[in-house]
């Protein structure tokens, strides 16, 4: 389905920076970008931006105020779209300003110029078990519980939540992840491109039918990434270092 969003050159894509406050590296980046010392056009976040950011837990919300507040201050500058992954959802109440993407609306599809390009976090076609988990912790109802469960037990569930996700490695090498994307079907999107997150491989493949690339993590080596046109205007994607600013 397309959502008349045309992909636009010298925007910014981020995908998977876990961000939290052991994993800060991202706030540098994003206050560049908030204070116009970085030229964005575009700010695309590709899913897992933070570590932990659930609609409805306003703990959540507190532990990450200061990035919260950075996006909604740039999403009424230029176009701000987030597609939400496992670790942020329920977002549209949070960012309000925002074209905000939920899992179920995933892939999206937009335009670059004469090309159809489709986005996702990554983990919209898992088996039946993982959307059924999907779809269990999303559910209002349960997060509403949560919500007072959290408070009760001074967010006893959230933190220990905190400390296994601060020693996750987020980096690992996917083993046969080429194989693993041929067997997806991912050609029956009928776009030119299929760029996601998720996997944190930061691997491009060429297939018969359409061009994939999937984004490398920043919270591996602080990646992202530039929309750019290249000799044959076709779509390319500048990788860049937060490092190397």
């Known amino acids: 389905m397309s959502h008349k969003i045309e992909l636009l050159d010298g925007a910014y894509i ?17 206050q560049d970008i908030a204070s116009h010392k970085l030229h964005v056009t575009q700010l695309i976040l590709m899913g897992d931006v933070f570590d932990a950011l659930f609609g409805g837990i306003p703990y959540t919300y507190k532990e990450n105020s200061e990035m919260i507040e950075l996006l909604n201050k740039i999403s009424l500058e230029i176009e701000l ?12 109440k949070v960012f309000k300003n925002a074209k905000v993407f939920t899992l179920s609306s995933q892939p999206i599809v937009c335009s670059y110029k004469d090309e159809s390009v489709s986005l996702a976090h990554g983990d919209f076609d898992g088996d039946f078990a ?5 779809a269990v912790i999303r559910n209002p109802i349960l ?16 933190k220990k939540l905190d400390s296994y996700l601060g020693i996750k490695d987020d980096c690992k090498e996917f083993i046969g992840f080429e194989k693993y994307i041929q067997n997806r079907f991912l050609e029956h999107y009928n776009s030119e491109y299929f760029i996601e997150g998720h996997y944190h491989q930061n691997l491009s493949f060429k297939f018969e039918k359409f061009n994939y690339l999937n984004l490398g993590a920043f919270a591996c080596n602080q990646r992202y990434f530039i929309v750019k046109s290249s000799k044959d205007k076709k779509l390319f994607l500048e990788e860049k270092s937060y490092k190397e600013i």
Do not use: A, M, Q
Not at 130 to 134: A, D
């Open 14 to 30: 981020i995908s998977d920076s876990h961000y939290s406050h052991k994993r800060p590296e991202l706030l540098s980046l994003i």
């Open 81 to 92: 779209i987030y597609l939400e992954g496992n670790h942020d959802f329920n977002l549209k």
């Open 130 to 134: 993982y959307r059924f988990y999907c």
């Open 143 to 158: 997060l509403f519980i949560l919500k007072y469960v959290d408070i009760i037990t001074n967010h006893t569930i959230l």
